[in-house]
């Protein structure tokens, strides 16, 4: 699993997330400070194809349902190597 | 060898059950959230995955039952949990304290919610939920979901409550004045501090 962020820059983020180094989102923002969030997801990724993209996240508190946007979700698979079918979780 | 799809609930509940993978529970839990059928206590395991996983199971909940969406976040106090803490009370001979905490005025009882939400933010985030939902799923339910009997689960839901008033009372020492608290101290301190 991956836990991914777009920043207002428009950039996207990455990181792997680890039971005991990074399980979430929260624990994220809570090391790496100064990222100005503009939503958040995940992913779940294997043999280097982005399989699933997870829309919900506790960062996208101001979003109906804590969805990350579907447009921008869209938008974020379109720059990553998806596997054919990929599931949107949440949409 | 195209794997994307979401899965059935009843393969879902078993992967939350027996994996570690967290590709694996991520798929589970999405699934879960997203199928209309899926019920507050198939969710329940996954808040005790890793945060990636009990977000997205926090999330559901949330949408399915009004529980606090983050199981690490501030949780409500309700009216139902405020009673288990009186009931618990009475049942160990604290019924003073009991008493009087029901008798303090709205001022203070805001003041009691806010030293409660303290209080059950350390909890385990399932043993919260044990606590805070009664009404929407029994303890029993909710400990068979963590893989106890109905004895057992009992005895935790008991235990928690314990927990709690030993915080609360904790927070209440800080803050009251000693000769009170002196005077309170044989009807009111958990018995493992005698």
């Known amino acids: 699993m991956l836990l991914g962020i777009v920043t207002v820059d428009g950039r996207i983020w990455l990181r792997e997330a680890s039971a005991a180094e990074c399980p979430g989102h929260q624990e994220w923002l809570q090391q790496e400070t100064g990222l100005d969030v503009m939503g958040a997801f995940s992913l779940a990724v294997a043999k280097g194809r982005v399989d699933y993209l997870f829309r919900k996240s506790s960062l996208n508190a101001e979003a109906r349902d804590f969805l990350l946007d579907a447009d921008l979700a869209h938008e974020v698979a379109s720059c990553l190597p998806c596997a054919d079918g990929l599931v949107f979780f949440g949409d | ?194």
């Open chain 2, 1 to 194: 060898m195209s794997r994307p799809a979401r899965i059935g609930r009843e393969q879902a509940r078993r992967v939350l059950a027996a994996s570690d993978s967290l590709y694996d529970l991520g798929v589970a839990v999405g699934s879960l959230a997203d199928d209309p059928e899926t019920q507050p206590e198939d969710l329940l395991p996954a808040l005790r995955k890793p945060a990636v996983i009990a977000d997205i199971a926090a999330i559901a909940l949330h949408r399915k039952t009004g529980w606090p969406c983050d199981p690490r976040g501030k949780p409500v106090v309700s009216h139902d949990y405020w009673r288990a803490v009186l009931d618990y009370c009475a049942s160990q001979s604290l019924r003073g304290k009991a008493e009087r905490q029901s008798d303090v005025s709205p001022p203070e009882q805001t003041e009691l919610n806010q030293r409660l939400a303290g209080a059950l933010e350390k909890l385990d985030p399932l043993d919260r939920y044990m606590i805070i939902a009664p009404k929407t799923i029994s303890s029993d339910e909710v400990a068979a979901q963590m893989g106890l009997s109905p004895s057992e689960a009992r005895r935790r839901y008991r235990h928690v409550l314990f927990l709690l008033w030993q915080d609360l009372w904790r927070s209440w020492a800080e803050t009251e004045p000693a000769g009170a608290i002196a005077a309170q101290t044989d009807r009111a301190v958990p018995s493992r501090r005698r």
